[in-house]
Every structure is written in structure tokens, then in C-alpha cells.
């Protein structure tokens, strides 16, 4: 039985029964098949299952609301984004990315392919469960791999449905969908799969690292990213600043979570997020958490913060939603450095201010955390905001905007946000391994 977290009402999950060895099994089978493929015949497949998402949107966009409870409009430009990231990596599988071959040694000729690693393991979580996935299984299936996808508990209903459409258009279990629990997933991990690619949290992605042993391990682990705002940052950043924070209710990695101003302009900011929170609904703007342990997470770390200051946003909810896991957006200001609302990933739609002395302490602070996914920098001279952007340690930095992001540009973690790379041509490396051969020219 599932919750819809809009409701709070209780459904059934339908889902044939798979073991995990079965699914590895029958992706294994599959694998000399589609690695056999050339680019120009995997790249159509790819592209017919993209038309297949686009051509099937609203039982897709039905699938990722039945678990999230995400807005429609919300679930319609995350549906058509997974399908433009599909499309993204049918066309770069094409392309030529390796290293140059030719002439290396005297008397030999070299060249290098780059091979498909068998098997992948993608667990992704329940804040995107189709755009997380596509982040994954796009390039893995480009590069040639067959894929076991476990999507997270909650949220197993877009993964069937892809799964399905992929059998019919893919081949016969080139992506194998494996509903089930973090059990299931543990289970996965240790399995004879070739490389293990999870989204979540951080104590999730150290139980993979050490449960998948010498096997390769791309990981992308949360953010609690930092947002600086300079005394000339530009008109609207307040607004967007929160709309980034708001979305999806907060539960985005690379949301901004921590603002940093200097003391000068400290009160404005303060002030300037506190109207800009105060207009945003949770129910017509963004929609509620996605389960009871996230509700609970939330609260117990509201209960814990020391912020002098808080301002809560409206709760704005249709007759029918009120038993849902619906949580208001807040500003927490006038608080410690080590306060848990700073320190822990709250991972829901709380924005805390710090004040500091300087650019120097602006970097100290927004550098002061574990996570190290993404930041930004907000401020009309871009002197003075590049190089805060340099000094960022973090793997994508955003000037006067947050969480823009495409398909070309890459995005990945460092430190305790994980490691590896999401997105762009550079992720079709996470899935292969180079293969040197070199020929004695005369005999």
C-alpha cells in the first residue's frame, strides 16, 4: 500500500512480481543484444521511446502525481524535460568522444573504444522519479549498458510505466523496473550488476559505496546549497530565490537552502525573503512532502532551531487535501552557525539567513558545510560575483538564478554531495570503460 501525500489516502501498487536476481538476470540476457546495436540503430530506439513519453504525456504526468502529489504544471515540464534529456543522449551516443587515436608508438598504431560496463544498478529517489531516472538511464542505455531501475518506495509509478513502453520499443529487458523497499534495494546493490548509479541521501549513498565493494559507483548525494546575496543583488531576487526554494516543496538537491548576506544589507534580505515567502501557498504554488518521514524530518528539526527570527508563508489547500503532508514555507533568521537548520539538509521549503562580516567569511560559511552540490551568487557587478563563484567549493554555481539547468551542461557533487557527474556528453563516460589496442605494424 502506498499514500498519496496530497490526501493522505492509502492505494494499492500493482506490479508483477520480480525477484532481484531475475531482474539482473534478464538484463544481463539482454545485454549482448542491445550493446550490439549500432550508435545509428540504439539512438532511434532511444528516440522512439522519447516520442513515446511525449506521445503518452498526461498518463506519465498521472504517474509522477500519484506519489508526489506535485502540481500539474509541475509534473507536465518535469515529464517533457526526462523526454528532452532521452532525446539529448540518443543524438550524443553519435558523437565522437574519445581520446585520438593513431600513430602513439613507433612501428604501432593505436585507437581506444570505449565499451559499455554490462548491467547498471540505477535507485533513484522520490523527488523526481522520472527526471532522476532519465538522469541516470539516459546515458547508461546511450552507452550501451542494460538497466535494473529501482525507483524509491513511494514513488514506483512512472518507472513501471517507462519500463513498459521500453520492453515494447528498447527490446525485451534492456530496462527492467524493480519496485520495492530499501531491502530491495540493498539487495540490488550486492547483485551481480556491473555498477550501481543511486540518487538519496547521504548515509544511503556510504550503505551503497560499501555494500557494491570494487564495482563502480556514481553517487549523487544532496546539497543544503548556499545562496549569496550581495547589497546590489538585482531586482526580483528575492521572488526567486524563494520559487527555487518552494518547488517541488523543497525536496530538490540543489535548492537553495542557506541565504548569506553581509551585515549591510543582512535586515533587507531578511526582510525581502519574508515578503516574498509570504506570497507563496503551499496547495496552488507547490505541493506537499512526499511521506511521513519527511513530514516528521521537517519537523523535528523546526522544533530544534534556535532562529530568533521566523516568518511562515500560506497554506492555501482544495477541500480533500488537508490530511496530506502539506508544510508552509518559512524564513529562520538570527540563528547560530551550528544550528540544525543550517548544519542538516532540511530538504523542505525553510530558507535560513546568516549574516556575515565579509566576502571572506561569505565563502567561510558557505563553504562550511559537508554538502558541496551547487550555489549561488546574486549581485549586478559581476566582478566582485565571479569571483565568489570561483571561491565556491561545489559543482555548479548559478549567477543571479538558481536551478536552471539543460541537458548539455553537467551537474554533479563534491565532498559529501557524492561524486561523479549528471547530465552533458561527459556522462556517457560514467557508464563505459576505455579499451586501448595497439598493433605492431610490421611483422
Not at 218 to 235: F, H, R, W
Request: proline share 6%; glycine share 10%; net charge negative.
Amino acid at each position: 500500500m502506498l499514500t498519496d501525500p496530497r490526501t493522505g489516502d492509502r492505494r494499492e501498487l500493482t506490479a508483477d512480481p520480480l525477484s532481484v536476481d531475475d531482474a539482473v538476470a534478464a538484463a544481463r540476457a539482454a545485454f549482448p543484444v542491445w550493446s550490439g546495436l549500432t550508435p545509428r540503430y540504439r539512438s532511434r530506439r532511444l528516440l522512439a521511446l522519447a516520442e513515446a513519453i511525449e506521445s503518452n504525456g498526461d498518463a506519465f504526468v498521472a504517474a509522477e502525481r500519484a506519489g508526489t502529489g506535485k502540481p500539474l504544471a509541475d509534473a507536465v515540464s518535469e515529464v517533457e524535460t526526462a523526454a528532452d534529456v532521452l532525446r539529448f543522449y540518443a543524438g550524443a551516443l553519435r558523437a565522437e568522444l574519445t581520446p585520438a587515436s593513431g600513430h602513439r608508438l613507433p612501428g604501432h598504431e593505436s585507437w581506444v573504444r570505449w565499451e559499455p560496463l554490462g548491467v547498471v544498478a540505477a535507485i533513484v529517489p522520490w523527488n523526481y522519479p522520472l527526471l532522476m531516472a532519465m538522469w541516470r538511464i539516459g546515458p547508461a542505455l546511450a552507452a550501451g549498458n542494460t538497466v535494473v531501475l529501482k525507483p524509491a518506495e513511494t514513488t514506483p509509478d512512472s518507472a513501471l510505466l517507462l519500463a513498459r513502453f521500453a520492453r515494447e520499443i528498447l527490446g525485451a529487458d534492456v530496462l527492467v523496473a524493480l519496485p520495492g523497499d530499501r531491502e530491495t534495494g540493498r539487495r540490488l546493490v550486492e547483485s551481480a550488476v556491473d555498477m550501481v548509479a543511486f540518487t538519496g541521501s547521504q548515509r544511503g549513498g556510504l550503505d551503497v559505496s560499501a555494500r557494491a565493494g570494487l564495482r563502480r559507483v556514481s553517487l549523487e548525494l544532496g546539497g543544503n546549497c548556499a545562496a549569496i546575496v550581495l547589497p546590489d543583488a538585482p531586482a526580483g531576487t528575492y521572488d526567486a530565490i524563494v520559487a527555487a526554494c518552494t518547488y517541488n516543496a523543497g525536496q530538490s538537491c540543489a535548492a537553495p537552502a542557506r541565504v548569506l548576506a553581509l551585515r549591510e544589507n543582512y535586515d533587507e534580505v531578511v526582510q525581502g525573503l519574508a515578503d516574498a515567502m509570504a506570497a507563496r501557498h503551499a496547495g496552488p504554488d507547490f505541493g506537499p512532502l512526499n511521506n511521513p518521514d519527511q513530514a516528521a524530518r521537517l519537523d523535528d528539526i523546526l522544533s530544534r532551531t534556535a532562529a530568533g527570527v521566523q516568518r511562515v508563508g500560506g497554506l492555501r489547500l482544495a477541500e480533500g487535501e488537508a490530511g496530506g503532508y502539506w508544510r508552509a514555507g518559512r524564513i529562520l533568521a538570527d540563528l547560530p552557525a551550528d544550528d540544525p537548520a543550517v548544519v542538516e539538509e532540511v530538504f523542505g521549503p525553510v530558507l535560513t539567513v546568516q549574516a556575515a562580516s565579509g566576502p571572506g567569511e561569505l565563502i567561510h560559511l558557505a563553504n562550511g558545510v559537508p554538502q558541496a552540490l551547487a550555489a549561488s551568487v546574486w549581485g549586478t557587478n559581476m566582478g566582485p560575483a565571479m569571483t565568489l563563484a570561483a571561491a565556491l567549493d561545489c559543482g555548479e554555481v548559478w549567477l543571479n538564478c538558481h536551478l536552471e539547468q539543460t541537458a548539455e551542461l553537467p551537474h554533479g557533487g563534491r565532498r559529501a554531495s557524492g561524486q561523479g557527474t549528471d547530465l552533458s556528453v561527459l556522462a556517457l563516460a560514467e557508464y563505459q570503460r576505455p579499451k586501448t589496442i595497439t598493433a605492431r605494424l610490421t611483422l
